[in-house]
């Protein structure tokens, strides 16, 4: 394989061989960074905690706070048979999605099990943008046949998220627009430090928020202006721990950590589990059903899901878990090892059992700051997804080559209820 056939694999698949590179965003996240702890998620460095990690998880749950969500893959699906690719691609049913309209949605593949979940924007009449893992790869190999063109937009664009009670005051004063307010899910155009952007009412820490879609080149400007407007507010920068603990309180997924990627892409979480066959989930097992729209005509995936709906439904379902910390700490100090239940969440997944038995897994565990509790996603057999039960999380010991089987409780989700409207 030549040089640039290695860069042009790599770029497909959000891995290159020269290393990493920084966001649009990132000549401002590095200066405003007081850590030298950086993340890297997929082809980037972000900034992981700029200086306090409770303080910018506090901001995002009660003022106000900014962070870069730009690593996000991009895929721009364009031209005059975009819109039926694009039902054929997701579950969903896209009659009802026009023009500045947002679909949270998964797209699965022959298999019914998803390759990732995301957000779709209709940009325009025959224009479609994802955003979410990475999907180039998939979404291609589905366009033999339809007029359109499938492009990677990942690096063209950055995401800059403002997020907490007080972001919409900020998105005022950013965009000069007093009176604005968008519904959830909608997609407005705006200036913000005289750059044209997209803002899209969204966010991924469960709280009214919004994600500034941004030029590549424009990061500086867009970045100055929002951190202006928040400025008398008590904005601050949050980094990706803040961003990853506040979606598991408000009980949403990544791909990886959470499922399997079920498509070709290589997905960008770096996890063992990403890419494990026995972690392919259905939407119906990861509490997605109600995305799915079996009347809509046929899309890839469908018939998979039937036939698994016929047949009771998925082995497993997902519900919350509530793991018993003290026990994990007794645990620890009965072997003289210093307990660390930590806000920081395992990407890796923990077996779960009941009575000695295997019965699923959990992921995505964090000590939940703003809820006080230990909490993780189940995947658990049917049966035992019902809030109350009582399971056992695999715990280890580090250094000692030994685990306990911690107390757990299947909990209801979210584990914190926000209203994002």
Not at 103 to 123: M, Q
Not at 260 to 280: K, L, Y
Not at 285 to 308: S, T
Request: glycine share 12%.
């Amino acid at each position: 394989m030549t040089a640039d056939q290695e860069w042009r694999k790599a770029r497909a698949s959000r891995f290159r061989p020269d290393g990493i590179i920084g966001t649009p965003f990132h000549g401002r996240t590095a200066r405003s960074s007081a850590t030298p702890w950086y993340f890297n998620w997929d082809l980037c460095h972000v900034v992981d905690v700029y200086d306090d990690f409770h303080a910018e998880l506090g901001a995002i749950r009660t003022n106000v706070a900014m962070g870069d969500m730009s690593p996000l893959c991009k895929v721009l699906i364009a031209g005059p048979d975009s819109g039926r690719l694009v039902d054929w691609l997701i579950t969903r049913d896209t009659a009802g999605l026009h023009p500045g309209g947002i679909y949270y949605t998964p797209w699965c593949n022959e298999d019914g099990k998803l390759v990732s979940d995301g957000l779709l924007f209709r940009t325009a009449e025959d224009a479609y943008l994802f955003t979410g893992d990475p999907s180039y790869e998939w979404f291609a190999s589905q366009a033999e046949g339809y007029d359109v063109t499938v492009s990677d937009q990942t690096d063209d664009l950055g995401i800059l998220a403002v997020q907490g009670p007080r972001s919409r005051e900020v998105m005022a004063v950013a965009t000069g627009v007093d009176d604005i307010e968008m519904d959830f899910s909608r997609l407005g155009r705006f200036e913000i430090g005289g750059v044209e952007v997209d803002v899209a009412r969204q966010g991924f820490t469960g709280e009214h928020g919004y994600e500034i879609l941004t030029p590549a080149g424009a990061g500086d400007r867009v970045w100055d202006a929002v951190a202006a407007a928040g400025e008398p507010l008590g904005i601050r920068p949050c980094g990706e721990w803040a961003i990853d603990v506040a979606r598991v309180e408000a009980g949403l997924l990544i791909p990886g950590p959470d499922y399997a990627n079920g498509g070709p892409d290589v997905t960008g979480s770096h996890t063992v589990s990403a890419s494990n066959p026995e972690f392919c989930s259905s939407p119906f097992e990861l509490r997605m059903g109600r995305f799915v729209d079996f009347d809509k005509g046929d899309f890839v995936g469908r018939d998979a899901l039937v036939a698994e709906q016929e047949a009771g439904g998925p082995p497993r379902r997902m519900a919350g878990l509530d793991i018993d910390w003290r026990a994990i700490t007794e645990a620890h100090l009965e072997r003289g090892v210093a307990p660390n239940v930590s806000p920081r969440v395992e990407w890796v997944a923990k077996p779960v059992t009941s009575e000695g038995r295997t019965v699923g897994r959990a992921s995505s565990v964090t000590w939940g700051p703003t809820v006080g509790r230990l909490i993780g996603f189940g995947h658990l057999e049917w049966d035992l997804a019902r809030p109350g039960t009582r399971v056992a999380v695999t715990w280890e010991i580090p250094g000692t080559g030994e685990s306990i089987p911690a107390p757990a409780t299947v909990a209801e989700l979210p584990f914190l209820a926000l209203s994002r409207t």
